[in-house]
């Protein structure tokens, strides 16, 4: 298997989770180990030098908690309001279908020296939620050295977004649409 068969496991589900929104169902492709294998190997493909991988909630623990494990490094979960015990930091974010928040343990980087961090969602669309982790990573004292994604669906101009706010930093989508 090559790394695009494993990527055409994507399902585009419509009208998920509301009337309007094509919805990237991965399930698919991590059901199947060799396309997560590839496709987890395609994520830690990097010339950034990083000690520490962070995931967005949900669907990007799946990939940074694997590529944490592969790459001998530490990972961090970046997750929706009220999942984390004791102090957090918080921001809000908007989505193409609504608005939402994301959280960090205030203490979440302090275990790193010098935490050179790997940031990985499962997809970019408007850059609402990447940059929201940026700034909670930021805020914590934690250099990004990377954004990767699974999918971008670059109509919706987020890495543009990202940019904007983030020039030096380096975008890679494993598939655009």
Do not use: W
């Amino acid at each position: 298997m090559k790394i695009a068969e494993a990527l055409a496991l994507i399902r585009p589900v419509p009208n998920f989770p509301i009337p309007g929104i094509l919805f990237q169902d991965i399930a698919p492709l991590i059901a199947n180990p060799k396309a997560f294998e590839l496709v987890t190997k395609g994520f830690a493909q990097t010339d950034s030098s990083f000690n520490l991988v962070a995931g967005i909630e949900s669907r990007g623990f799946i990939f940074a908690s694997a590529i944490a494990i592969d790459s001998a490094v530490g990972f961090v979960p970046i997750r929706k309001a009220g999942k984390l015990p004791g102090a957090v930091i918080k921001r809000e974010y908007g989505l193409e279908y609504g608005s939402d928040s994301l959280e960090m343990q205030v203490d979440a980087l302090a275990h790193f020296k010098n935490p050179k961090v790997l940031l990985i969602d499962d997809v970019l669309a408007t850059g609402g939620t990447l940059i929201a982790a940026l700034e909670l990573i930021s805020d914590l004292a934690g250099e990004i050295c990377e954004i990767a994604v699974l999918l971008e669906i670059t109509a919706l101009g987020g890495r543009e977004r990202i940019s904007a706010a983030y020039p030096n930093l380096k975008i890679r989508a494993l598939v655009q649409i």
